[in-house]
């Protein structure tokens, strides 16, 4: 039998979005909350899909290179001379952004990633569902 579990990331974090006709196109920041589920068999000693602590290991390295960024388009000149920014490839939306973590939690566990669901706000949502 397969059970799954879920932790819960907050970090502070900035972007902006060089091809959004609205808002987001000027600089700005969210709080940041993300959802992580994966799923396995229980551990017949723990009774465990995984010890917290032992995800918190796989996200968290990459939740504090995000933790008080900036992320900016590698193609939006308004930051092209500007250091201390990180350089994402596309545009940092909240898609994308999930679609990363999901891939860099994939690459580093046996069990299966069920979802990464990625809050910019507490009413607006990115998620990105194992296949």
Known sequence: MEVSVTRE??????????????????????????EVEVSGPLDKTSDMVIDFSDLDLMVKPAVDDLDHQFLV????????????????DGEP???????????SLAEQTALTVERVTLYETDK????????
């Open 9 to 34: 990331y907050t970090w502070e974090m900035g972007h902006a979005l060089m091809n959004h006709r609205g808002k987001c196109f000027r600089p700005h920041g969210h709080n940041y909350r993300l």
């Open 93 to 103: 939306t909240a898609e994308s952004i999930a679609l990363h973590l999901y891939s």
């Open 73 to 88: 388009n590698t193609k939006d000149s308004r930051f092209a001379n500007k250091p201390g920014y990180i350089r994402w």
């Open 124 to 131: 607006a949502s990115a998620t990105v569902r194992r296949s």
